[in-house]
């Protein structure tokens, strides 16, 4: 039995099926909200900035990246960067996405402790992911003499576990900050706001796949583990 290609794989056709439908609720729902224009007209890099300056963030930098929806918080440089179609538009599925970027630096600044734990483990579980299924593989296949590299590889691979699981605490509380931040300021109507959020409750979908994912990879681990003894 192969650990890569084996029965056990058809644990992983639900997560994968959530995955796939996730990021296409995720793109098709930005989709048709980037073509409804705020009223106010500001920009996503308009809001997101006046958002900081409002929580005395005025430290915190924004920039636009190259991609599409690579928005992100980088807490180790205190910069917010927003993708092209969220820096440069002003449509409410920006405003939704640069508001939930500003609520992880909100975050930061709060030092929020799902947030500041992710980014404590992010360097870790990135060596950990790397080398968690090489090693199980090794021991997998040379049980009789390094059967202990599986035992590793499944304790490293938790790491990825971990840190999926955390993430999703960080991304609610920041889209939930990012509501109330865009309801606080006006930014959005109230007739805008249902708009901002469906984009924002897509987004997450992305995350409990991930975190899907990971947990079934890891039970799927356990059991070729179990196989071998």
Known sequence: M???????MILLIPAIILAFWAQHKVRSTFERYSKVRAARGYSGEEVARQLLNMRGLGDVKVEKVAGTLSDHYDPRS???????????????AALGVAAHETGHALQ????YGPLMLRSAIVPVTSISTTLAFPLFLIGFLFAGSVGWLMDVGIVL?????????????VEFNASSRAMALLRESG??????????RAVLNAAAWTYVAAAT???????RLLILRGARD
């Open 213 to 219: 994912m990971a947990i079934t990879q890891l039970i």
């Open 108 to 111: 930061h600044a709060d030092a």
């Open 157 to 169: 691979f938790s790491g990825a576990v971990l840190f999926s699981l955390i993430t999703l605490p």
């Open 78 to 92: 205190r910069k917010l960067r927003l993708s092209e179609v969220v820096h440069d538009s002003a449509s409410v």
């Open 187 to 196: 930014y959005l109507s109230e007739q805008e706001l249902p708009h901002a």
């Open 2 to 8: 192969f650990p890569l290609f084996d029965p056990t």
